[in-house]
């Protein structure tokens, strides 16, 4: 199950934040899961995280939540997507855990200013390595002024000999594919309808949206070009302006449609943004990078079809090179943010040179995060020792979060 765009990493798409097109509160929340199908303990958990997202983030966060997308997509799914339902109690663990640490203030006001997901990811981020990181054993600050900086780091992870500056970073989808997406979403259902009634399906390219005046006109030349191909005929691919389509005789599932996306060189887009944030490390002392891969790079690739250590070899050879003057800098730690439902995927560790090091960890029933912690000089060893702990208490963490606040956890969940 692909999350179809979604900067939230539990699966359960933008189409969530869509379906609360209705003016929505904390209390409306709790009456539809309330009422939903599930088992009384996992209505009772989803009560207990809307009671605690209340607490921490007040009673006026919802009225940002206007008009269809607004809403967090894991939120407005929690009645009805089990999926939603463990992003909404995640982030409540996380928030509970963390209720005592500095900066968790100054966090939670990010959050409160924001419902757009792609705005929310680097806070979800900042908040999930801490509690991992408190849970490991460590001292966690959020947003710490470091010694001699000019500006606030994103985290402070300190113990055990290691004191650990980070900055961290999410990488979402790009606006283009974004777009086409947008764009070809509501299309979609009339395609089906088109190949149906004339036995075709289409395949393309989208290398940039039409407006609405040329999405009428596609439309009609790809419902001609259906009704001249169902009686036989062979035509070329249309092109309007950036769009390709080619319509063609169905095999046995009539209205299919594949469409490519504009073309992104991850490498060259994933490049730019950390070398961007390693000149920002500069101002905020901090030393490692923590970066979310959530734009599609680890999931519709051909380097995400490699196996787990040729990823991590490779992974970690771009981050050197890209990183090689960032002198400052000690290290990254990379990870596809648990944002793909993958419940057959084994963990793993792999150790890929120079104290670098790949992991899989199962944090809950169906999401595995990959994870690449990458020292990028002698002074980074010791701290990756310390990603490595962190890291790896990410398994079953939903089980063991939802314990220490005294809720077990519930069946439906797995």
Known sequence: MRQGGSAWPWGVGELASRALEEQIDWDR???????????????????????VLESELGPGWPEAWRGPGCAPPEIAASWWSLAGLMG????????????SRPGLASVKKTIKRNSRADLLVSPRLQL???????????EVELEPLLPGAETRADL??????????????????????LGADEWLAPLTP?????????????????????????????????????SVVCRGADLPPFRKSGVLVEVNRAGESPGRSSFRMPVISFGKRLGGKLEKKAMQTRKSGATWLLVDSLDHLWHLTGWSRLRFEEKAAQLAAFLRERLADAEHLDGVVISEGAAMMRPEVAEATVDIGDHATALCRRA??????ESMVVPLRKAGFEAAQSWRKVLDVEREWLRRALMNVGISLPGDLV
């Open 88 to 99: 909404t109690l995640d982030l409540a663990l996380c928030l509970s855990s963390l209720a």
């Open 128 to 138: 999930k390595i801490a509690c991992l990181a408190q849970a490991a054993g460590f």
């Open 364 to 369: 809950d029933r169906w999401h595995v995060r």
């Open 190 to 226: 009339e395609l089906h309808r088109i190949g149906e009634r004339y036995t075709v399906e289409f395949k393309g390219a989208i290398d940039a949206p039409l407006g609405e005046g040329e999405t009428d006109e596609w439309l009609e030349e790809v419902e001609r070009r259906a």
């Open 29 to 51: 929340i709790r009456e539809r899961l309330a009422a939903c199908g599930w088992s009384t303990e996992t209505r009772e958990a989803g009560k207990w995280a809307i009671d």
């Open 156 to 177: 402070l992870i300190s113990g055990g000999g290691a004191s650990i500056g980070v900055e961290a970073l999410a990488v979402v989808r790009d606006q283009r594919s």
